[in-house]
Nanobody, 124 residues
Framework: QVQLVESGGGLVQAGGSLRLSCAASGRTLSNYAMGWFRQAPGKERTFVAGISWSGRRTYYADSVKGRFTISRDNAKNTVYLQMNSLKPEDTAVYYC?????????????????WGQGTQVTVSS
C-alpha cells in the first residue's frame, strides 16, 4: 500500500517561492503518473500540475503556467512542485496524488492515492 506525504508548505509573501515535496513509501512511484492539486476553503479541489511516469511530459493549469514547475526524482521516490512568483490567490491546501492507470492528468477522479495535504498561504 503506497502512502504519500507532502511537505514544504508554509507562509510566504506575494512574489516569493516555495518548493513542495511529495515522498512516497510502500511502493515505487516510477511507474505512475503523478499530480498536484489544490483546494481553497469553500472551493473544489482543482488541478495544478501533472507529470508522466517518465517525467518527460508535464501539464499545468493555465493559472500557474510559467510560475510553477513539477518534477520528479524516481530514484528518491519523490515528486516536487516548485512555486515561484506566488500570489495570494495561490493560497490553498496542496495535495499530491498518484494515478495508477496513467490514463490522464487533469481530473481528480483519475487519481487513486492522495496525500494528506500541506497548507500554502500567500500574504499580500
Amino acid at each position: 500500500q503506497v502512502q504519500l506525504v507532502e511537505s514544504g508548505g508554509g507562509l510566504v509573501q506575494a512574489g516569493g517561492s516555495l518548493r513542495l515535496s511529495c515522498a512516497a513509501s510502500g511502493r515505487t512511484l516510477s511507474n505512475y503518473a503523478m499530480g498536484w492539486f489544490r483546494q481553497a476553503p469553500g472551493k473544489e479541489r482543482t488541478f495544478v500540475a501533472g507529470i508522466s511516469w517518465s517525467g518527460r511530459r508535464t501539464y499545468y493549469a493555465d493559472s500557474v503556467k510559467g510560475r510553477f514547475t513539477i518534477s520528479r526524482d524516481n530514484a528518491k521516490n519523490t515528486v516536487y512542485l516548485q512555486m515561484n512568483s506566488l500570489k495570494p490567490e495561490d493560497t490553498a491546501v496542496y495535495y499530491c496524488a498518484l494515478n495508477k492507470l496513467n490514463n490522464g492528468h487533469y481530473s481528480p477522479a483519475l487519481y487513486d492515492v492522495w496525500g494528506q495535504g500541506t497548507q500554502v498561504t500567500v500574504s499580500s
